[in-house]
């Protein structure tokens, strides 16, 4: 690890003045760029810690939620509102990581965690354009049973990790950013970038952008909302696949639904496709495999990870049969 | 920075890990370095209550907490209700993982008494029981490599009142 | 020992054919009580202090730079910027590093250490991807990695075999292992294969493992002149202070190994690189080292289980009896070592069959060697034999447990020797009434729970006994009354201190709490390597002669108005604090008035074990039946195992409690192999790609269910204590109960392990 230059910040104005400095990384609970900077993979001259801004959990007055940026993993999970009103949120809190790491991680890190492709943390051994842009991507032919099959480019197929964030693109979460400039919210999918050619830039926030919160819209449908995860370990492992779902259902019919897929895109994956084939439709197997099929459609399987695509649909099968288990 | 109720200076050098402070800095070794990575819990500690990751924590972050270790637990030279536990059920072999699968359950019993649920909870909105099966997911931070989860798990059961 | 009982005579002073049972093997008493461990409160407390935690004054800190080519020259290495940064002492590299000797390869010499005999930094060879290529000191473990990540080496590449299917066209029989040319036919296998009736013929294939210990190899070590000070973690103190010694050109007694506590070991904590290097490097700068590998130094530094290539063949007539038994294949090897993975051996000593063939072919790569990890052989032997086994009796349509015990031997089907002990069909009957094995279903997915699929399995578990050469302890007893045990040994979780000062306590008649047993120092007696499940025995063995040797120096310190005077050590036994006569127990005395008489302090006594003749004599193994319960999704293909029993054959139990964690400790590990344990390599570049505990999984809590372990406790008659190791049977059979447990559940067949999701997903119907 390179040596730095570490900073509290005491506010947001503080927070964004040290960030804007040249190879500044704003530090949340470092479960993950402590790790990358060990690793080398991350080489910040200064960390800015923000890890005391704004960490409440409060309503909105639109009946949402709001969720401050430095808001641990584990007490978001724990909120009642949380638990209530978005359990798909929880749920997929609870299945990261660990207890230990929750209690670390905040939300504003969770957002911005990186890859945890292997070729990607060989900054000695193998090529990276995540890394390195330009340098080659070593996982498109080599070990990629874990890699991603949608959104992904010849330049990377390195999946984006977090299971938060998957229930975050499902609920229709809004981020809020703060910059010396000025502030300015994005709808969570619009925060990651897929890879195109230039993999490095990994999501659409300025040099020196700051994530202050997340905000839940009010969304009744989400009450009823899970997320089921598939790893290779039953605790304590990225996830092969997993699926946050949320459907409301009138009359056997499906009037609404939100849907996003982990593990199988190189960011956290908004099944718009699946939930326009599925608007209106009756349930049923039938109609959840069709609407699954129809967002892997677009799938680019490799080598390894091709199981990745029949497992998905499965999943998501098996969620929405859960869900709407009662009213079929 | 308080560590086991005593004031403790911060290294001058902010790469330096909670886990190093400790081990290297104050020669408090009892908490264990097994991978540097936050993924084995062997370096888990308590700060003000909560359990952490010394690994993945850099020491300056901590400034004005209060950190208990492995160190801290006897309680006037004696072994605490939950290492004691761990003796009896035979929790350990090698020992290496321990002190962290201590301090892990310790903070997991703080968890549980005040409701958080966990991936295995089936409703999140009910109260929460310390089932061996819930015992398992929350502990699941914390790798054993010796084989003694099954008796880990009995020790934490007996050490919390727990039933079966 | 319990006061009516009669005085124990002592261990037998041999082990061969004519010697008698060890008497301490039907003792009932503190034989097979679950004491807790001893060193338990050093451990719960943070006291107990492993070889990373020892500060030296002075220490430096020791960082490796990793090859990241299979193989060629380092044609250029600017180590200017590492030099340079904040902090560094010295930075090693193969041009300045001291002049070393070769290192010898485990198993070439009785003392030999090393997994190899490559030049360990001396010229710019690069024979490993992930070999080192420099070290660094400096003041502080920040300044030392970093420093090590400035080190930029170019390289000039060569043709390297970093694929098992490159290797694989060149495979050859290996040189002798252990004496053994892993390779034997009996009878006409072929042809009876032919002509059998029912046969199965599948080829099973295992990955890389590693033994992933939670505590990574450490090194604090010190020169002082020409003697080395090293505390270490290794499963063999006085292999590495002579290994040691042989590199550095010194003697043995000039190298000092210290280790207390190892944090965990299971075959891979012997002499790597780093001891080497951190010792070159203390020289050269002249102080204090420590190095601690970082978990990918681990991975890049020390080898794990290889990779097999199994084919198992088995022709059966009608009633079930095997006409012919295949087992062969080929293991990946690297060019420099001799471990070819013998996975043949359970095989050899399991069924009753006039025609057999075994046979293992290495396959050499540019990687880093191989070496053993727990069960070398039988873990991975185990699941493809069993596996095929169980494939046999779902096509027969008969029984698994059933198929096994008709196939039982009467002598070693391998080698005509007559077992020492074997109680295998003991061990299934207790096992399978225990678990309820009568309510499994023969027909796959005939019991589901939502959407559970619910299947049994079982297996067969075996591992050999094993007693090595060079067993010793010193018996030292005070005029107090206590003794002091000592012997070269290790403590990495079996408890080994515990169960020994149970046996020394019985079989001095003292309280255990009299007994200080002291190990992990090469200054103590014997060659006593923590391997091959051995340990148990050796000290027991090793503390059978010292005791008849300490009998004797009473013997001769009594005076002539004693009433043990003018007795040999064969007429008198041990009774509570003291010796009497077996043939009339009320004329005894105590130790402590035999020294008062004498007017000595103490009374110490050294020996060595007898040589481990009974394993001429007889063919000797402990068994087990592994029972599995695994519920399996059949919309995701996961995997939980719900329940596993394991009954075990393994010759008289010393403690009940330390040998019930070392059985479920082999059975997690198994439950590892089978479920999600692979060294993932890159084999274009022979890099391993998952080296961390985040991306090699094993077991967490959440993946271990209730396991129950029992035993017959049947002593061995032909060994100490009636006694065989515990280590090393628990992983054995369980990779394969668990496949056979997933395929009664939902009838796809895994051969090659880990048995993940997408294993399943391709032949599974999803409903």
Known sequence: MRRFDYARAEDVADAVRYGTRRDALYLGGGTNLVDLMRETVAQPAALVDVTRLASTIEGTETGGLRIGAAARNSLVAEHPAVRQRYPALARAILAGASAQIRNMATVGGNLLQRTRCAYFYDVEGSRCNRRSPGQGCDAIEGLNRGHAVLGTSSSCIATHPSDMCVALAALDAVVHLAHEDGERSLPLTALHRVPGDRPDIETVLRPGELVTGVELPRLPLAARSTYRKVRDRASYAFALVSVAAAVEVEAGIVQDVRLALGGVGTTPWRARHAEETLRGQAVGEPAFRRAAQAELAAAVPRAHNGFKVELAVRTVIGVLNELTREEA | ?164 | MSLEQAPLPLGPSSWAIDAGPDPLAARQGLIGAPLARRDGPAKVTGEARYASEVRLDGMLYGALAFSTIPRGRIVAMDTSSAERAAGVALVMTHHNAPRLHSTVELGTAERAAAADELPVMQDDRIRWNGQPIAIVLAESQEQADHAASLIDATYQPEPAITRFDQARADARPPALYQGDPLRQTIGDPWTALAESPHTVDAVYTTPRHHHNAIEPHAVTLAWDGDELTVHDCPQAVTHLAWSLAQVFGIRQDQVHISAPYVGGGFGGKMLWQHQILAAAAARLSGRPVRVVLSREGVYRVVGGRTSTEQRVAIGAEDDGTFTSLVHTGVVATSRHNNVPEPFIKPARCLYATRNATFEVKRADLDMLANTFMRAPGEAVGTFALESAVDELADRMGVDPIELRLCNEPAVDPSSGKPFSARHLIEAYRAGAERFGWEARSPRPRARRDGEWLIGLGCATATYPYNRFPGGAARITINRNGDATVEVAAHEMGMGTGTVQSQVAAERLGLPVEKIIFVLGDSSLPGVVLAGGSQQTAAIGGAITAAHRELVGELLKLINCDSPLAGLHPDEVGTIPGGLGRLDDPSRSESYTAILAAAGVDTISAEATAPEGMEQLEWSMHSYGAQFCEVRVSVITGEIRVSRFLGSFDCGRIINARTAASQLRGGIVMGLGLALMEETQVDGRSGRIMNPSLADYHVPAHADVPDIEVMWTDIPDPHTPLGAHGVGEIGITGTAAAVANAVYNAIGVRVRDPPITPDKLLRHSPGR
Do not use: W
């Open chain 2, 1 to 164: 920075m308080v560590v086991n109720g005593r004031p403790v200076r911060l290294p001058e050098d902010p790469r330096v890990s909670l886990l190093d402070l400790l081990r290297e800095h104050l020669g408090l070794t009892g908490t264990k370095k097994g991978c540097a990575q936050g993924a084995c819990g062997a370096c888990t500690v308590l700060v003000d209550g909560a359990r952490i990751l010394s690994c993945l924590a850099l020491a300056v972050q901590y400034s004005g907490r209060s950190v208990l270790t492995i160190e801290g637990l006897a309680e006037d030279g004696q072994m605490g209700p939950v290492q004691r536990a761990f003796v009896d059920h035979d929790g350990f072999q090698c020992g290496y993982c321990t002190p962290g699968q201590i301090c892990s359950a310790i903070g997991m019993a703080t968890e549980i008494e005040r409701g958080a649920p966990s991936h295995v909870t089936a409703d999140l909105t009910g109260t929460v029981e310390a089932s061996a099966a819930e015992i398992r997911e929350r502990m699941s931070g914390n790798l054993c490599r010796c084989g003694a989860h099954n008796g880990i798990i009995a020790a934490i059961q007996a050490a919390c009142g727990a039933g079966p």
